[in-house]
């Protein structure tokens, strides 16, 4: 999420999809697969030998009755193809730079290829469902074989065709066809299929599954219980009490289904004398033991339903087994208890819990260039000293500032998510991709060996105790927690759209290692859990199930899941899969894909707005001096863009306050041919925290910091942005221009100030204030001559009117923080707390800053540290630059204010 998180990120992660496929060559027209075989039939050459055309894909699994991939309407299906079951790129490069090849065909078995096709960025959807009639012809089928001499279980073959690919172009896919025992995924739990009912009100012979969200009609069927997440009050068990019918969790052909509790799926496989733990919390600087084994407390009776008695306050994760002949499966659920709580009856009526069990815990980003497994030759840029700075930071401003609502844990993103191989013929480390190993079984094919992250054992080992050591850890010493914040290479943030059950259970249970091994280091060192940073909005159906089982694994052991992005991505389907123990961070900054509008009542272009616009705020005179301020922009400059009748603010360009109210309006509350993320949230019982700009973010800034300006290169990475600009008045204001003029430019009356004031619309109003006003960059480090304007130009946030303004004004970051915060007032209850963005030193800052190269137009948004502990160096180069904006006393007077901000908000919840 590093100073950005803007829309085209989407667009990037999509375009350099490479998901996860399957694959399988298999010529025998035996009908028999035995799970133990080594030999490899499915490929007979290893993936990507030189004399290999035929790349080893990830298996597929197609499941009977599965009706989750589908649109629906009066029995009739339609693809969802925005719910990929397999994507290819990566293992198709066309490009040393991992870019993907751009189409492929499928060939093989003509009926199996009747339940695919192609979408975009080399995935593949499916186009109907597999029904019974269907699995029973392709046990027929000399293509398909019995897989772990399970009848209910075929392998089948299918083959990808790419247009190109640096190792091949010809891929085996494998494709499993499944018709037993499961466990139905998250969407099947909450989704409403009544649309697939067929004349006699059933499907495929099956009574239609009723659901809370009706995903195709755009809305919440709230008479319907919410299955993830019970709600009852420790009154409904003072007696043995009847909960749920585990059969409602599982799909079987004979419905002769045994359960058991069995937590095993959450250890790696390994069997734990503890299936159902009570949670009571989630701070680890609180909570010595956030966890108590309850299976105690729990029963299943002979017809499968879930019993227990006398339970107290607390957040039940119920861990069940279901076996039926050779087949099993395993579901996780949750039963929250409170007083508060609607009982377990009103929850059978559709009620949901509003216990929070997460509660108060508020957040921070933080950020460091420094890696603990690289040290440094000088002391001031050697780990952990950023680390430690943020640390003491923090005490400071939870001990003077934010005394009543203190900062709990700190997101550090200090380890990533990665492929373990990338082929040797490759010299760029960007083709990566899972490494398969060969075997007769697909399934067996998916390794751990094939996904890692960049932290060894023993390196994590050595070095997470500087942070979580509780008497000289940098953050644990200092009364804060620690949240390991994931960053994601490319290639698996693109696969897991794609990820089959295999490697959804390798990824969670490789993801969640580190938090739970930094306990086995040593039983004092606590993680509060993980966060996910995927620049990007993943809320498909596998992409979702593998958070669920990530939030799973993390919540039995008493840990929080976060994951960060624009509100409008989280629909039921992706709240549902958090748990109450998961967590969805709102960037409530750098949210701009429109302007606000104009006009009030403005609907024009592919979304309706949904909140204040410029007319709303501002009289009609400012509306259109501010619009014709963009479309001035709009005509040569990098901030505007008019398109289809909107005006969007284009790369990290100052957004209004009215821009930003705007936006986390739509993205919040808006219900066009979806149900908003606000009822999702309220429906569905979810949590999250609305992360709050209060430096170094894109867009929501007091100003900018412009280093070596030169008004005249063209359009390319060095063209001057991230302010806006009346291009035409520009012509000839190069650095040249501003080393020649520096004394002109101190003069508001000489041509060369008019020149570029003009340049930078600071001779333009809306109301009484300027579009953009300029200044120096404050003064020379250690002096009070000021830097030169050909060095730096100081370049302030464009003018709104928040919430309550009488006047225009150019905004402060605490105005951006107290005006987005009010969106999100309807639904406080579900939120954790604010998160704030971020602390991070200017030696983090992005290279070039400061001045510290020659880069022409090189931008820092300020405020960008909001710290105490900062100490240039002489030499940029070999330690903190020099910002000439920051001052301690700047930084307590924002933490004073926000805190200002914070407290009446949440006090009033």
């Given at each position: 999420?590093?100073?950005?998180?803007?829309?085209?990120?989407?667009?990037?992660?999509?375009?350099?999809?490479?998901?996860?496929?399957?694959g399988?060559?298999?010529?025998?027209?035996?009908?028999?697969?035995?799970?133990?075989?080594?030999?490899?039939?499915?490929?007979?050459?290893?993936?990507?030998?030189?004399?290999?055309?035929?790349?080893?894909?990830?298996?597929?699994?197609?499941?009977?009755?599965?009706?989750?991939?589908?649109?629906?309407?009066?029995g009739?299906?339609?693809?969802?193809?925005n719910?990929?079951?397999?994507?290819?790129?990566?293992?198709?490069?066309?490009?040393?730079?991992?870019?993907?090849?751009?189409?492929?065909?499928?060939?093989?078995?003509n009926?199996?290829?009747?339940?695919?096709?192609?979408?975009?960025?080399?995935?593949?959807?499916?186009?109907?469902p597999?029904?019974?009639?269907?699995?029973?012809?392709?046990?027929?089928?000399?293509?398909c074989?019995?897989?772990?001499?399970?009848?209910?279980?075929?392998?089948?073959?299918?083959?990808?065709?790419?247009?190109?690919?640096?190792f091949?172009?010809?891929?085996?896919?494998?494709?499993?066809?499944?018709?037993?025992?499961?466990?139905?995924n998250?969407?099947?739990?909450?989704?409403?299929?009544?649309?697939?009912?067929?004349?006699?009100?059933?499907?495929?012979?099956?009574p239609?599954?009723?659901?809370r969200?009706?995903?195709?009609?755009?809305?919440?069927?709230?008479?319907?219980?919410?299955?993830?997440?019970?709600?009852?009050?420790?009154?409904?068990?003072?007696?043995?009490?009847?909960?749920?019918?585990?059969?409602?969790?599982?799909?079987?052909?004979?419905?002769?289904?045994?359960?058991?509790?069995?937590?095993s799926?959450?250890n790696?496989?390994?069997?734990?004398?503890?299936?159902?733990?009570?949670?009571?919390?989630?701070?680890?600087?609180?909570?010595?033991?956030?966890?108590?084994?309850?299976?105690?407390?729990?029963?299943?009776d002979?017809?499968?339903?879930?019993q227990?008695?006398?339970l107290?306050?607390?957040?039940y994760?119920?861990?069940?087994?279901?076996?039926?002949?050779?087949?099993?499966?395993?579901?996780?659920?949750?039963l929250?208890?409170?007083?508060?709580?609607?009982?377990?009856?009103?929850?059978?009526?559709?009620?949901?819990?509003?216990?929070?069990?997460?509660?108060?815990?508020?957040?921070?980003?933080?950020?460091?260039?420094?890696?603990p497994?690289?040290?440094?030759?000088?002391?001031?840029?050697?780990?952990?000293?950023?680390?430690?700075?943020y640390?003491?930071?923090?005490?400071?401003?939870?001990?003077?500032?934010?005394?009543?609502?203190?900062?709990?844990?700190?997101?550090?993103?200090?380890?990533?998510?990665?492929?373990?191989?990338?082929?040797?013929?490759?010299?760029?480390?960007?083709?990566?991709?899972?490494?398969?190993?060969p075997?007769?079984?697909?399934?067996?094919q998916?390794?751990?060996?094939?996904?890692?992250?960049?932290?060894?054992?023993?390196?994590?080992?050595?070095w997470?105790?500087?942070?979580?050591?509780?008497?000289?850890?940098a953050?644990?010493?200092?009364?804060?927690?620690?949240?390991?914040?994931y960053?994601?290479?490319?290639?698996?943030?693109?696969?897991?759209?794609?990820?089959?059950p295999?490697?959804q259970?390798?990824?969670?249970?490789?993801?969640?290692?580190p938090?739970?091994?930094?306990?086995?280091?040593?039983?004092?060192?606590?993680?509060?859990?993980?966060?996910?940073?995927?620049?990007?909005g993943?809320?498909?159906?596998?992409?979702a199930?593998?958070?669920?089982?990530?939030?799973?694994?993390?919540?039995?052991?008493?840990?929080?899941?976060?994951?960060?992005?624009?509100?409008?991505?989280?629909?039921?389907?992706?709240?549902?899969?958090?748990?109450?123990?998961?967590?969805?961070?709102?960037?409530?900054?750098?949210?701009?894909q429109?302007?606000?509008?104009?006009?009030?009542?403005?609907?024009?272009?592919?979304?309706?707005?949904?909140?204040?616009?410029?007319?709303?705020?501002?009289?009609?005179?400012e509306?259109?001096?501010?619009?014709?301020?963009?479309?001035?922009?709009?005509?040569?400059?990098?901030?505007?863009?008019?398109?289809?009748?909107?005006?969007?603010?284009?790369?990290?360009?100052?957004?209004?306050?009215?821009?930003?109210i705007?936006?986390?309006?739509?993205?919040?509350?808006?219900?066009?041919?979806?149900?908003?993320?606000?009822?999702?949230m309220?429906?569905?019982?979810?949590?999250?925290?609305p992360?709050?700009?209060?430096?170094?973010?894109?867009?929501?800034?007091?100003n900018?910091?412009?280093?070596?300006?030169?008004?005249?290169?063209?359009a390319?990475?060095?063209?001057?942005?991230?302010?806006?600009?009346?291009?035409?008045?520009?012509?000839?204001?190069?650095?040249?221009f501003?080393?020649?003029?520096?004394?002109?430019?101190?003069?508001?009356?000489?041509?060369?100030?008019?020149?570029?004031?003009?340049?930078?619309?600071?001779?333009?109003?809306?109301?009484?204030v300027?579009?953009?006003?300029?200044?120096?960059?404050?003064t020379?480090?250690?002096?009070?001559?000021?830097?030169?304007?050909?060095?730096?130009?100081?370049v302030?946030?464009i003018?709104?009117?928040?919430?309550?303004?009488?006047?225009?004004?150019?905004?402060?970051?605490?105005?951006?923080?107290?005006?987005?915060?009010?969106?999100?007032?309807?639904?406080?209850?579900?939120?954790?707390?604010?998160?704030?963005?971020?602390?991070?030193?200017?030696?983090?800052?992005?290279?070039?800053?400061?001045?510290?190269?020659?880069?022409?137009?090189?931008?820092?948004?300020?405020?960008?540290?909001?710290?105490?502990?900062?100490?240039?160096?002489?030499n940029?180069?070999?330690?903190?630059?020099?910002?000439?904006?920051?001052?301690?006393?700047?930084?307590?007077?924002e933490?004073?204010?926000?805190?200002?901000?914070?407290?009446?908000?949440?006090?009033?919840?």
């Amino acid at each position: 999420m590093k100073h950005s998180k803007l829309p085209l990120l989407v667009a990037l992660v999509a375009g350099l999809a490479a998901c996860n496929s399957g694959g399988g060559n298999n010529n025998s027209n035996t009908n028999q697969m035995q799970s133990t075989g080594s030999s490899n039939v499915l490929s007979s050459k290893s993936a990507f030998s030189s004399d290999s055309n035929n790349i080893l894909l990830p298996y597929v699994q197609l499941n009977v009755d599965e009706q989750d991939r589908f649109y629906w309407y009066k029995g009739v299906p339609s693809p969802d193809t925005n719910n990929a079951v397999a994507t290819f790129g990566s293992y198709f490069p066309e490009s040393s730079d991992a870019t993907p090849a751009s189409s492929f065909t499928v060939s093989g078995d003509n009926n199996l290829q009747a339940f695919f096709n192609s979408a975009e960025s080399m995935s593949l959807y499916q186009t109907k469902p597999l029904m019974k009639a269907d699995f029973t012809n392709f046990a027929k089928d000399s293509n398909c074989q019995i897989l772990d001499n399970d009848p209910n279980k075929l392998a089948c073959n299918l083959t990808i065709n790419a247009n190109a690919g640096l190792f091949g172009t010809t891929g085996n896919l494998p494709v499993i066809l499944y018709a037993g025992l499961r466990a139905y995924n998250v969407e099947e739990m909450i989704r409403d299929f009544s649309g697939s009912a067929d004349t006699n009100g059933k499907f495929d012979g099956n009574p239609i599954r009723q659901g809370r969200w009706d995903k195709d009609n755009n809305a919440d069927n709230t008479n319907q219980p919410y299955y993830m997440e019970i709600s009852a009050t420790p009154a409904d068990f003072s007696t043995k009490t009847t909960i749920v019918d585990l059969h409602k969790y599982f799909y079987s052909p004979d419905n002769q289904e045994v359960f058991s509790f069995d937590a095993s799926k959450l250890n790696a496989g390994v069997a734990t004398s503890c299936n159902i733990v009570k949670i009571t919390g989630v701070d680890s600087q609180a909570k010595a033991n956030p966890v108590h084994c309850s299976d105690s407390s729990f029963s299943i009776d002979g017809s499968g339903n879930l019993q227990a008695s006398n339970l107290t306050t607390g957040v039940y994760q119920i861990n069940v087994k279901a076996s039926e002949k050779n087949e099993q499966d395993w579901q996780t659920f949750y039963l929250n208890v409170a007083n508060t709580n609607p009982s377990l009856n009103d929850w059978k009526n559709g009620k949901v819990a509003t216990s929070n069990l997460v509660g108060d815990f508020p957040s921070i980003y933080v950020y460091s260039s420094q890696d603990p497994d690289k040290k440094g030759a000088n002391a001031q840029t050697t780990w952990p000293s950023d680390y430690q700075t943020y640390g003491s930071d923090l005490q400071k401003i939870n001990s003077t500032a934010m005394t009543t609502h203190p900062i709990k844990t700190a997101l550090a993103e200090i380890i990533s998510m990665t492929y373990t191989f990338s082929p040797a013929e490759s010299s760029e480390y960007k083709i990566s991709f899972w490494k398969l190993s060969p075997n007769s079984n697909p399934e067996s094919q998916i390794t751990a060996t094939g996904v890692g992250t960049n932290r060894s054992d023993s390196d994590f080992a050595r070095w997470i105790g500087d942070l979580v050591d509780p008497t000289k850890g940098a953050f644990a010493s200092k009364g804060v927690g620690l949240t390991l914040n994931y960053d994601f290479d490319n290639q698996v943030k693109a696969d897991l759209v794609g990820f089959n059950p295999e490697q959804q259970d390798i990824v969670a249970d490789t993801i969640v290692h580190p938090i739970v091994y930094a306990s086995q280091v040593n039983p004092s060192y606590k993680i509060d859990g993980l966060a996910m940073d995927l620049e990007a909005g993943f809320n498909q159906i596998n992409a979702a199930v593998t958070f669920k089982k990530v939030a799973d694994r993390l919540a039995y052991h008493g840990k929080w899941f976060n994951y960060f992005y624009f509100s409008d991505v989280f629909n039921p389907l992706l709240v549902s899969s958090f748990g109450p123990l998961g967590v969805a961070n709102f960037s409530t900054y750098d949210v701009g894909q429109y302007r606000a509008p104009q006009s009030t009542g403005d609907q024009t272009g592919m979304v309706p707005y949904t909140a204040d616009t410029y007319q709303g705020a501002f009289n009609i005179a400012e509306a259109a001096g501010i619009y014709s301020a963009f479309s001035t922009d709009a005509n040569g400059g990098l901030c505007d863009q008019l398109k289809s009748g909107d005006m969007l603010p284009v790369g990290y360009c100052s957004l209004s306050l009215n821009d930003s109210i705007s936006e986390n309006n739509r993205r919040f509350n808006g219900n066009y041919h979806t149900v908003s993320t606000e009822q999702a949230m309220t429906d569905f019982d979810g949590k999250y925290s609305p992360i709050l700009p209060l430096a170094a973010s894109a867009t929501e800034w007091n100003n900018v910091e412009m280093w070596n300006p030169d008004f005249t290169i063209p359009a390319g990475s060095e063209h001057v942005s991230g302010v806006l600009i009346n291009n035409n008045a520009c012509v000839g204001i190069n650095n040249q221009f501003l080393q020649a003029h520096e004394s002109d430019l101190n003069n508001q009356s000489s041509p060369a100030y008019g020149q570029l004031a003009k340049c930078l619309m600071a001779d333009t109003m809306v109301g009484s204030v300027p579009v953009q006003t300029f200044s120096h960059c404050g003064t020379e480090m250690g002096s009070s001559e000021s830097i030169p304007y050909a060095q730096c130009i100081l370049v302030s946030n464009i003018p709104g009117k928040g919430i309550g303004d009488q006047d225009v004004k150019h905004p402060v970051s605490i105005d951006y923080a107290k005006n987005n915060l009010q969106v999100y007032a309807s639904t406080i209850q579900h939120q954790t707390g604010y998160s704030v963005f971020a602390l991070e030193t200017p030696a983090a800052a992005t290279s070039g800053a400061f001045g510290s190269a020659t880069i022409p137009n090189k931008n820092v948004q300020e405020p960008w540290y909001i710290g105490y502990n900062y100490t240039p160096s002489t030499n940029p180069k070999d330690g903190e630059p020099y910002d000439p904006e920051y001052s301690p006393q700047a930084s307590d007077q924002e933490w004073q204010a926000f805190a200002t901000v914070i407290n009446n908000y949440y006090n009033n919840k």
